[in-house]
């Protein structure tokens, strides 16, 4: 038997996790894809969809069901140790800084309880992240004038594009902590990103930089057909 090629090993896949993403939003499946079977609880999700976040949006957005717990979604790992976490926050800014994990700790942290919603169709409500906001880092590297996007850097290259806006919602942190634990490895220890308003793939795991850009740089899964914003309310899975 031929072994595929890399490239053709990619193609197949995407395409079995595009067709799982739309077997699970459709809700016939429950959420299973690296890391076993995670069962979707209908009632919470029959409840949840009857409430409106502050902004008027429900809070689960159309193709969600609700998970009890947060599921690792897979990725190559990173070094899960404390001592090997460097965080450099650079790009088009007056000051770069980089941060060990002490220098995390000394930071002004927060704890926040968050909605995530995972691209293939399972919603976990009311997690509790604790972190420094990214908000909190761009004032102190000064980022200067005309930055449009911030790209999140995770693990062997992995890479993430937000808007600059939405990076910098008070919500959104550089996570050491999930339900008062230290992150767990398959959810990206010691540290990840975590941005509620998109899809999870945009919260990085295993962070390594947070990066300042004029132009917006697609990352890993919108240069392979994902959609380059990822609103869940308006279900921008797909490019």
Not at 43 to 67: F, H, I, M
Not at 87 to 98: D, F, K
Not at 180 to 185: P, T, V
Request: aromatic residues 8%.
């Amino acid at each position: 038997m031929n072994t595929p090629k890399p490239k053709t090993r990619e193609v197949e896949h995407l395409l079995r996790r595009r067709s799982f993403i739309r077997r699970a939003t459709s809700g016939t499946v429950l959420a299973g894809l690296c890391g076993g079977l995670y069962t979707l609880d209908d009632l919470l999700t029959s409840e949840a969809k009857a409430e409106n976040r502050s902004d008027g949006r429900p809070r689960v957005p159309p193709g969600q069901r609700v998970l009890r717990a947060l599921k690792p979604m897979g990725g190559t790992p990173g070094s899960p140790n404390p001592s090997d976490f460097s965080l450099a926050v650079y790009g088009e800014v007056e000051r770069p800084l980089t941060l060990d994990f002490a220098g995390l700790l000394r930071s002004e942290n927060v704890e926040l309880e968050v909605d995530v919603h995972c691209v293939t169709g399972w919603t976990v409500l009311g997690a509790r992240f604790k972190g420094v906001r990214v908000r909190d880092l761009a004032e102190r590297v000064g980022v200067k004038g005309g930055v449009n996007h911030v790209i999140f850097e995770g693990a062997h290259g992995y890479t993430a594009n937000v808007r600059l806006g939405e990076a910098l919602a008070p919500d959104v942190l550089v996570a050491h902590r999930l339900d008062g634990r230290s992150l767990a490895r398959p959810h990206g220890a010691p540290v990840r990103a975590v941005i509620p308003s998109l899809y999870f793939w945009k919260s990085a795991k295993w962070l390594k930089g947070i990066k300042f850009v004029r132009r917006d740089e697609p990352g890993y899964w919108e240069t392979r057909g994902y959609n380059n914003h990822a609103d869940p309310w308006l279900e921008e899975r797909y490019a």
